[in-house]
């Protein structure tokens, strides 16, 4: 049910504006619309506004009576790890650790028992997959970029060459991950 009200205040921004009443609360159009966006594509929502995140702390970060700095939590001395085998594309047999605190993956590491000469492509592609990354700390350590697992994904998967290089293989376990850090 929608009723309509002329010039009253809007219960979301406090403009004065046509209203248009919803669920006994009454927004005007623009809120209506966000409001509509927030009920029907949360998830997306949640990825936007982590994503302009680093765009409001710049900006806070220009104002000198803004001392707020970001929280940053300290890894403990012991962390639950998960460790998967998987297989390469010569099927050597890897073991991929993640470390998780709360369910989420906070470190990854790769070993492997086979010592075997490495194409020339997957060097590239292992040389590939450092660079990315390390960029991707810098821009966060530097510019204040905003970090997310699926930034990480998409350097992982930038950085393969050829399917189940070592890249593609840890894209494929995080990608586990990815939903649960969304929600
Ligand atoms: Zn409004």
């Not at 669920?23 to 997306?44: H, M, Q, S, V």
């Not at 707020?68 to 012991?78: A, N, R, S, Y």
């Not at 010592?115 to 040389?127: A, E, F, P, V």
Request: proline share 3%; hydrophobic share 30%.
């Amino acid at each position: 049910m929608t009723d309509i009200k002329n010039n009253e205040q809007c219960d979301g921004c406090g403009n004065t504006a046509k209203l248009k009443k919803n669920n006994g609360t009454e927004f005007c159009d623009d809120c209506l619309e966000l409001a509509d966006a927030i009920k029907k594509r949360p998830e997306t929502i949640k990825r936007i506004c982590k994503l302009i995140k680093s765009d409001i702390q710049q900006t806070d970060h220009s104002d000198p009576e803004n001392t707020q700095t970001p929280k940053f939590i300290d890894l403990p001395e012991v962390l639950n790890a998960v460790r998967y085998r998987t297989r390469d594309r010569e099927l050597n047999t890897w073991y991929v650790s993640v470390s998780e605190l709360d369910g989420d993956p906070v470190e990854i590491f790769a070993s492997t028992a086979f010592d075997r000469d490495d194409q020339l492509q997957s060097r590239i592609s292992n040389l590939t997959t450092i660079t990315r990354l390390v960029s991707l700390i810098l821009r966060n350590v530097f510019l204040g970029e905003v970090l997310t697992l699926g930034k990480t994904i998409k350097q992982l998967k930038r950085s393969s060459r050829q399917k189940n290089d070592l890249p593609d293989m840890l894209t494929n376990v995080l990608r586990g991950y990815e939903n649960e850090a969304n929600s």
